[in-house]
């Protein structure tokens, strides 16, 4: 056993590790007999020194091996993103691909800070159960085809310790930890077709297109090299996804996106949510089936424009024991509301979608802390997008939340978010 500080001493130096040592390390962690300063040391000096694509293919390999690695004997594909404000992209494409004949066997995560989670959005539906056991989880993929829950403590352990002690030592901004810490979860979760959706901009953690497109090339270089086929995208992340964040208000615009004449009478239809969409969704069919990337989306919008997309939806969220009958009484809940108005006229040149979120978060949609609880009626809803043109008094947006603090507070950092050009 190589001494923890030896190898720590060596990528400070800048130095890179062999594989015995980062095996070493990483399972030594797991285990306990790392303890988490010598842990969080290697993370700092891997943050500043980085690491070959040799050491980083090491890392994703020794953290997908720290628990369970699932297997399909059926085309699967899935979709991982980076993460946004507003995201609800996964109810649509998870669906359409599903929709399509590939199975799709989704692990998702939970919110926690700006970011909102797959899993607590889904749980705004009543009865929605997102923490399926890996049997159950299994079951759900092979009988309907797609399944939505959290990862389990079975899947990549080290990531899990790992990710909780990166988020308060400042080194999540790595390329090569968050390639490890993303594509061991999704090796082990066993998809043959991986399409990553990395986000660029304001309301994502990569802030520049140098930045997405490098952790775009990192991920596809180390699927590839796991075996698996891959694209990444980089998608805009400086304006919103649609209209609403939060949870029960997300679902909502999801499932009109889909084509729900129940949850989508009078609702604006989110045009970037559908495109981003399908764009992601025909990558997926394409690297699955082997076909064009034209005949992929074609089949794709057939499955959205047929409803497919919606039922493959509404049956996952029925296996899952969700209730779309209660959801829909649950919308009637009496909440308190703030619209606010637009005090001068002209063009929305921008709405700061990091803006937008941290007011989100604070109405009571989102966790500061791991242990916070969900108020999963509150959010934004924005009646406006980017390019339209208002005048004087005409809503922007309406904020919503169970409870009435710091709405006003609130309403008025809101209206910090727009930018109104004459
Ligand atoms: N998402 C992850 O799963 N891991 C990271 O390190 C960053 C984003």
Same mark, same amino acid.
């Given at each position: 056993m190589i001494p923890a500080k030896i190898i720590i001493d060596k990528k400070r130096e800048g130095k890179p590790l062999g594989s015995a040592e980062i095996r070493e390390f990483i399972n030594g962690f797991v285990s306990g007999d790392i303890p988490d300063y010598q842990m969080s040391a290697l993370a700092m000096a891997i943050c500043c020194r980085g690491m070959t694509e040799r050491e980083t293919a090491d890392l994703v390999e020794v953290m997908m091996n720290s628990g369970k690695c699932l297997k399909w004997g059926f085309p699967t594909a899935d979709k991982h993103s980076t993460g946004g404000v507003g995201d609800k992209l996964s109810f649509l494409v998870q669906p359409i691909v599903a929709a399509c004949g590939i199975a799709v066997p989704s692990l998702t995560g939970r919110g926690l800070g700006l970011t909102g989670g797959t899993a607590d959005k889904l749980e705004?539906?009543?009865?929605? $159960? =997102?923490?399926?056991t890996l049997e159950e989880f299994e079951k759900v993929v092979s009988d309907v085809g797609l399944s939505m829950t959290v990862q389990t403590s079975e899947i990549t352990p080290a990531d899990k310790k790992l990710y909780a002690l990166r988020d308060v030592t400042? @080194?999540? #901004? #790595?390329i090569p930890l968050i390639t490890a810490s993303i594509l061991s979860k999704k090796l082990a979760e066993g998809a043959d077709v991986l399409v990553f959706d990395v986000k660029c901009g304001n309301?994502?953690?990569?802030? @520049?297109p140098e930045e997405a497109n490098a952790l775009a090339e990192s991920l596809v270089v180390h699927a590839r090299r796991a075996g698996r086929k891959c694209a990444a995208i980089v998608t805009d992340m $400086? =304006?919103?996804?649609?209209?609403a964040v939060g949870n029960a208000n997300e679902i909502v615009e999801a499932l009109a996106a889909l084509g729900s004449k129940r949850f989508g009478t009078g609702r604006k239809v989110p045009r970037d949510v559908i495109e981003t969409s399908l764009k992601l969704a025909s990558a997926m069919v394409s690297l699955s089936l082997g076909t064009d990337e034209a005949a992929a989306l074609e089949m794709c919008r057939a499955k959205l424009s047929s409803l497919a997309a919606l039922e493959k939806f509404e049956e996952m969220i029925a296996a899952h024991g969700g209730s779309l009958d209660r959801f829909e009484r649950l919308l009637k809940t009496p909440t308190f509301r703030f619209k606010i108005q637009a005090m001068r006229s002209g063009?929305?040149?921008?709405?700061?979608a990091g803006k937008v979120a941290r007011v989100a978060l604070q109405l009571g949609?989102?966790?500061?802390?791991?242990t916070d609880k969900i108020d999963h009626l509150a959010g934004v809803t924005l009646c406006v997008a980017r390019g339209d043109r208002v005048a004087v008094g005409d809503a922007l947006a309406t904020l919503e939340s169970s @409870?009435? $603090?710091n709405l006003e507070r609130l309403a008025a950092d809101l209206l910090q978010a727009f930018q109104i050009k004459r």
């Open positions: 705004s539906i009543p009865g929605y $159960n =997102a923490s399926l400042g @080194t999540v #901004s #790595s309301g994502a953690f990569m802030k @520049t $400086n =304006a919103l996804l649609g209209y063009v929305i040149e921008a709405i700061d949609a989102g966790r500061e802390k791991s @409870t009435l $603090n």
